[in-house]
């Protein structure tokens, strides 16, 4: 992932995309440290290929995150510490949530020519 | 869409869709009416389920538009007014993106229990 926050370096389709759009709940309730930890924890997973993430000001969220197979997303789903987070996350961090699992197939980019300053 | 910005309304799986994800250049410079407007046609477009879009306050955005098939999303990439725009937001609005076509196969979803207060 280029340090912008775009998933640009990812193989060639086919892979796999986690869409997950949410709108929080009030208040933090931990979810700042929860949704960091995870984020370490997939980058950390076998399949894993890069993520992509945006709250707007309103609180919807997207993330999106980007997978070798459907193996992979299922093992994850299944991953102890974020079953945890994800009961927490149904009771407690989100409003309301849609979670979509796409084969990814196309790819169209534009780069940019020189690497960004760290923002 | 529910007035709160999730596509939440979509018929069953398989279908279509498109991960726009950008980095905005500095200034509008006509970003915003063109938004607009092209979310407006994409709306009217044939096979047009909804759209969930989110930018954050670093400039990173994404935007997930859904599809009934690949016919509808390619149609769409054809239409003249479309085309204008996204030859504009190559040269000018856009530093950096990545645009994803996706298949959808599976979902899963929270709903909020009563409809939520228009913002």
């Known amino acids: 992932m280029s340090a912008a926050g775009l998933a640009d370096d990812l193989p060639e389709p086919p ?3 986690v869409i997950f759009s949410s709108l929080r709940t009030a208040g933090d309730q931990g979810y ?3 949704a960091e930890r995870m984020l370490a924890l997939a980058r950390a997973q076998p399949g894993f290929l890069g993520v992509e993430s945006a709250r707007d000001a309103e609180g919807l969220g997207i993330t999106v ?3 070798r197979d459907a193996e992979s997303i299922a093992r994850w789903k299944q991953h ?3 079953l945890v ?3 927490t996350g149904k009771r ?3 409003e ?3 979670l979509r699992v796409a ?3 196309r790819v169209a980019s534009k780069h940019v020519a020189v690497e960004p300053l760290p923002r």
């Open 15 to 17: 892979y796999y995309a």
């Open 32 to 34: 700042g440290a929860m």
């Open 65 to 67: 995150s980007y997978w």
């Open 80 to 82: 102890a510490e974020h």
């Open 85 to 87: 987070a994800q009961a």
């Open 92 to 94: 407690t961090w989100y």
């Open 96 to 98: 309301a949530y849609e």
């Open 103 to 105: 084969r990814v197939e």
